[in-house]
């Protein structure tokens, strides 16, 4: 299937905007941000599963005292996993960034902005006893609070500027020590390092008593309540995911992965989400989130980005193009697995008007009639990180505990899509047998 003639004035605005996302993709912070998320996600992964086995797996089995006791497992892993996202994920910002910048010396990085990280923890908690009513303030601690998911976008920040600082400093030749040639290479590596490092905790140190003494408050708090929390409520509203979605979409059918722009503006904020809907799950709490990064996928990515298992089953039951057929067979395995390229540059969708426009709408309409069923409260919210290989039925089933009639909206997407592509998927055959000059 020949791709649609495009007109050489929209070829340049085409081309303009392709090289100016593609300049956006290699940006060496949004690189790194994606990088460094792809690095732990396999860690929110397991603290998934364990959320599924504590609150589903084991009480179908298990109760009383002896369940109490099987759920420490899941207790922990949560302890090592989601609650210490935020622990984790600004250590591996800074990696990324270093390596992407090709810094000699990438693991100095991390310590560094593990370290700027706890530097900048508040000094004193406010803490509720077991069994007390009141609050008492206690010191030398870290809480799960700051170190989770609600510290997310401050490990974020400050992992990138504690590594742009830190990298900048080192550059300058006299700051470094140089011990000879005849010692190992770590230990020289480390006293390289060693002025580079005391300058940069030194100056994050510094911020940290300033805002401890002059505004009474500390970074992860100010950037919590001014930046992640004001963004949150912009990009996981229903509004706010839509469009910035349905634009990452729109730029895979230009060519350029999604990931651009939903795995930097969008996923970090969704997996806050994601994650503190796990905890409140595994907690017995009423689940705050409709929208998060479980959620999306399972409901807008169905068969691979634009939900592509809805023109494949067109494909097969309505076309009539053998080269069409063609692809589909070759596409459906991997799109079982939400693994679509082959369909996207295949069939082509990429620069196929036609076959653009359902392909940045479908995943819209489902994720708005999925929000629309879970708000009316006819499927339980999304509570359970999975793989997004996930096969279709399966991960709407898994993503909300084992909740039957999110399978059932699910299937009703995936039907409402077979016949939302067929009338884009039949101009763009005839589209095609125009191109050929068979009309």
């Known amino acids: 299937m020949s791709e649609t003639k495009i007109t050489p004035k929209m070829q340049s605005f085409v081309d303009r905007f392709v090289d100016f996302s593609a300049r956006l993709a290699n940006q060496v912070h949004l690189r790194s941000l994606r990088d460094a998320f792809a690095a732990v996600m396999p860690i929110f992964i397991l603290a998934g599963l364990a959320v599924l086995i504590n609150n589903v797996i084991f009480p179908w089995v298990l109760d009383g005292e002896t369940l109490a006791r099987f759920k420490v497992w899941g207790e922990a892993v949560i302890n090592g996993t989601l609650n210490i996202a935020a622990l984790l994920i600004a250590p591996m910002t ?150 910035i979605y349905s634009f990452g979409n729109f730029l895979f059918t230009l060519g350029i992965h999604q990931t651009v722009v939903n795995g930097v503006i969008l996923e970090p904020l969704l997996l806050i989400n994601t994650n503190e809907n796990m905890l409140a799950f595994a907690n017995g709490q009423p689940i705050p989130h409709i929208i998060n990064n479980i959620f999306v996928p399972t409901f807008g990515m169905i068969g691979g980005t634009g939900s592509t298992i809805s023109l494949l089953l067109a494909i097969f039951l309505f076309s009539k193009q053998q080269s069409a057929k063609q692809v589909a067979r070759l596409a459906v395995s991997p799109g079982l697995f939400n693994i679509n390229e082959p369909v996207i540059f295949g069939l082509p969708i990429v620069f196929n008007l036609p076959l653009m426009i359902p392909f940045v709408l479908l995943p819209a309409l489902g994720i708005w009639f999925a929000w629309l069923c879970t708000t009316l409260g006819w499927m339980s919210r999304c509570v359970v990180m999975i793989p997004w290989t996930t096969p279709p039925i399966l991960s709407a089933w898994l993503a909300t505990a084992g909740d039957w009639r999110a399978v059932v909206v699910q299937l009703i997407i995936i039907v409402f899509g077979v016949f939302f592509y067929l009338p884009f998927l039949k101009i763009s055959e005839r589209v095609a047998l125009k191109n050929n000059g068979i009309e």
Request: hydrophobic content about 55%; charged content about 5%; cysteine-free.
């Open 94 to 243: 800074a990696w990324s960034l270093a390596r992407n910048k090709n810094f000699g010396n990438p693991v100095s990085a991390v310590v560094i902005a593990l370290s700027s990280f706890i530097i900048m923890m508040p000094m004193q908690l406010e803490v509720v006893p077991v069994g007390a009513k009141a609050t008492v303030s206690v010191t030398q601690m870290l809480a799960f609070t700051n170190i989770g998911s609600t510290g997310i976008f401050a490990g974020v920040i400050i992992g990138l500027i504690s590594t742009e600082l830190f990298i900048r400093v080192a550059s300058v030749k006299r700051f470094s020590i140089s011990l000879g040639e005849n010692v190992p290479a770590a230990v020289g590596q480390s006293f390289s390092s060693l002025i580079p490092a005391i300058i940069t905790l030194s100056l994050f140190a510094i911020v940290a008593a300033l805002l401890a003494n002059l505004l009474h408050t500390d970074l992860i708090h100010l950037i919590t309540t001014l930046i992640q929390q004001p963004l949150r409520q912009i990009n996981t509203s229903l509004p706010g995911t839509l469009f």
